[in-house]
């Protein structure tokens, strides 16, 4: 029997002690709790693909201006108004009537417009999300022409112009997630869920009248004589 062979059965003979040794509870309870992770997959796959149903599609279209220095004024100014025309531009649209021109409440036009300007260049973006196409391009203009109409009456003073650079165009295909993603993601949420589930489910005991609260420790005795004192003669 070669040095190798002999060391196969040695481990084949210590893995069949060590599987002896195993309680059969212990397997019965691991093979038991086998179907919590694909049975939790399962669920939130189910519960992805219905949210990617019934959620109404999300539609985005964005539209740009350009802050360009008149003439005599300092072009490094341009990026400055660019960067605060960012960040007023719900409050500018508000104030000039652009949720009248897009046909919906002032606060559905904060909510639904965002703004974004660029490090590199005077330009700002206009992003509008609406439930329809045509919506979401009319949010998204009608910010701009009201940065537009602001930058013209105040041209004199700020020393630029608010120029609109591209309109938005109707967008063909909504930006929420789809139902085949919505399921994929909950069913990697679900496997994820049922695993930490499992891992922090608390272990039942050894046996099955096992108590799992710890015995309490008996009354201690009270110590015992001192050998001296105990054989030590009675005075009379």
């Known amino acids: 029997m070669t040095p190798h062979s002999l060391a196969v059965r040695r481990v084949i003979g210590w893995l069949t002690r060590l599987r002896s040794t195993v309680p059969r509870s212990t397997v019965a309870k691991a093979r038991s709790r086998w179907w919590f992770v694909p049975a939790a997959v399962l669920l939130g796959i189910a519960c ?25 004024s300092d072009p490094a100014g341009a990026m400055g108004l660019a960067q605060a025309y960012g960040r007023v531009a719900a409050d500018i649209a508000v104030a000039g009537d652009a949720q009248v021109e897009a046909g919906v409440t002032a606060g559905t036009l904060r909510a639904s417009v965002q703004a974004a300007t660029s490090p590199d260049a005077p330009m700002i973006s206009l ?41 938005a165009a109707r967008p063909t295909s909504p930006v929420s997630p789809s139902a085949p993603l919505a399921a994929l ?44 004192a105990a054989t030590r003669p009675e005075a009379v």
Not at 48 to 65: F, I, N, Q
Not at 139 to 157: F, I, P
Not at 207 to 214: E, I, L
């Open 127 to 167: 992003t509008g999300r609406a439930a329809d196409p045509a919506t979401a391009a009319a949010l998204a203009d009608s910010v701009a022409r009201a940065l537009v109409r602001k930058g013209g009456h105040t041209e004199e003073s700020t020393g630029v112009k608010v120029l609109q650079f591209t309109r």
């Open 185 to 228: 993601v909950g069913g990697c949420a679900g496997g994820l869920l049922g695993g930490l589930a499992l891992l922090a489910r608390p272990r039942g005991g050894r046996g099955a009248g096992h108590d799992r609260h710890p015995a309490l420790p008996g009354p201690v005795p009270p110590p015992a004589p001192h050998p001296s």
């Open 48 to 72: 992805g693909g219905a949210y990617g149903l019934l959620k109404t599609p999300e539609y985005a279209a964005t539209s740009h201006v350009v802050v360009v220095a008149a003439e005599g």
